[in-house]
C-alpha cells in the first residue's frame, strides 16, 4: 500500500474493523468491563479518523470504504451479541437490521438502474447511527456496572426503535425519488 493509501486514518480505520472480533469474544465471555471500553474506544476512534483524514488532508476512496466497514462490522456485531444474551430487545435488532438490509438492497437496485451511485448521508441517518451506538454503549456499561440504567432504558430501545424505522422510510423515500428521475431520464434518452 502507498503512503497515500495507508495513512494514519485508514490504520485508526483497520484498527477499528480489528477490535470487531474482540469485542464479540469479550461479550461472549461476558468481559463486561472490557467490552464495554473497547466498544467505546472503537466508537470514539469513527470521529477521530473522519477527523484527522480531514485535516490532514487524507480522504481516500478506500478510507471512506473502509469507514463504513468498520462502523456497520462493530454495530451489527455489538448489536446481535448483545440481542443474542438477552440485552437488547429482538424488535428493536429487527428494526435496525431491517433499516440496513433495505438500504443496501434499494442502492444496488439504484446503481442497477441508474449504473452509478452515489451515497449522501442523511441527518436522520446519521442520527440513527450516533442512536445506535449510543444504545450499544449504554447497555455496555449498564452491564459492566458503570452505569445505572434503570426503567428508562425502555424508552432508549423504543426511541432508537422509532429512528431506525424514520431513518429506513427515509431512505426508501429518497432513493424512490432517484429511481424515478432515473427511469425518465432513460426513458427520454431512448426516444
Not at 75 to 101: E, K, S
Not at 143 to 150: I, R, T, Y
Amino acid at each position: 500500500m502507498s503512503a497515500r493509501v495507508l495513512n494514519l486514518p485508514n490504520v485508526i480505520t483497520l484498527l477499528r474493523i480489528a477490535a470487531v472480533p474482540l469485542v464479540a469474544w469479550l461479550i461472549v465471555e461476558q468481559r463486561w468491563v472490557a467490552a464495554c471500553w473497547l466498544f467505546l474506544a472503537a466508537a470514539v476512534s469513527d470521529g477521530i479518523d473522519g477527523f484527522l483524514a480531514r485535516w490532514l488532508d487524507q480522504m481516500t476512496p478506500l478510507g471512506a470504504a473502509l469507514d463504513t466497514v468498520a462502523d456497520k462490522a462493530l454495530g451489527i456485531v455489538t448489536l446481535v451479541m448483545l440481542t443474542q444474551g438477552g440485552a437488547i430487545p429482538l424488535w428493536v435488532t429487527a428494526a435496525i437490521l431491517l433499516r440496513d438490509t433495505v438500504i443496501v438492497l434499494g442502492a444496488l437496485s439504484y446503481r442497477g438502474l441508474a449504473g452509478h451511485l452515489e451515497i449522501h448521508p442523511t441527518w436522520l441517518g446519521k442520527t440513527h447511527m450516533f442512536a445506535e451506538f449510543t444504545l450499544l454503549a449504554l447497555v455496555l456499561g449498564g452491564l459492566a456496572g458503570v452505569l445505572a440504567l434503570g426503567d428508562w432504558l425502555q424508552y432508549v430501545f423504543v426511541a432508537v426503535f422509532a429512528i431506525a424505522v424514520g431513518s429506513g422510510l427515509q431512505y426508501v423515500w429518497i432513493w424512490s425519488a432517484k429511481a424515478r428521475r432515473a427511469r425518465e431520464a432513460l426513458r427520454l434518452k431512448a426516444r
